[in-house]
């Protein structure tokens, strides 16, 4: 959070935080605008609707490409000690395995946050149904967002379908009906991938599936913009 938003309220971080999972400072944040992120501090779940939880995923996007970072200014020795026995993140997120893609630090959230699943192609595979359903039964996570980005080197390489060493080919099947409707054009295999995962996992997890007609979570999918660092949902 901004340095005069800190003075404003009249409380250094630390006191801030621990007097933020008591509940006694909600009166001063309401007052104040700091941020929803900033008084999930230890437990970041609290009592979020599935629309409230993919709109703090969006707010803290739009704070990353803005260069307005909050999560880095938490205390993470406090956020450490106090996630050791438990986790509570509000959301999950199906992601590549790129290096460029920074989960946490694209949604400008912290440790506990966010559950994080990620594999080349965002794609949905058994184990990854499995840990997602683990994150919604277990975890009661209430948003769940399939993240491609732009750039995919796992889609571009679908796409040529050329020999690859080792079992990089294991992939492709996983991302060809994506190609297939997308004509040749790379932005939109990467956007119809996304899509076409989430509808997935809404499809063959009996779990995630129960969860969405229960209406205590959402599933979306976005796309990343390696260049600007916007999330658009697609």
Known sequence: MPNDACTRVGLDRRGFLQ???????????????????????????????????????????????NNQLTSIEQDLKILKEHTVEKQEPFAA????????????LIFDQTI??????????????????????????????RALMVLGHTNCGAIKAAMKADA??????????????????????????IEVNARLQAELLRTSSTVIRDALKAGTL??????????????VLS
């Open 19 to 65: 007097r933020a999972v008591t509940g006694s400072v909600f009166g001063v944040v309401a007052q104040s605008g700091i941020t929803l992120a900033s008084t999930r501090s230890f437990y970041a779940q609290a009592s979020l609707t599935p629309e409230a939880a993919l709109q703090e995923l969006v707010a803290g996007n739009q704070r990353f490409a």
């Open 218 to 231: 959402k599933v979306e999918s976005g796309v990343y913009n390696l260049g600007n660092g916007k999330v």
């Open 164 to 189: 690859v060493p080792g079992q990089i080919s294991s992939l492709y099947p996983h991302l060809r009906p994506a190609v297939e409707q997308s004509a040749g054009n790379f932005d939109k295999t």
């Open 93 to 104: 997120v199906l992601a590549c395995a790129d290096s460029r893609v920074p989960v946490e």
């Open 112 to 141: 506990g946050h966010i559950f994080v699943t990620r594999v080349a192609g965002n794609l949905v595979t058994s184990e990854i149904i499995a840990s997602l359903e683990y994150a919604v039964a277990v975890l009661h996570i």
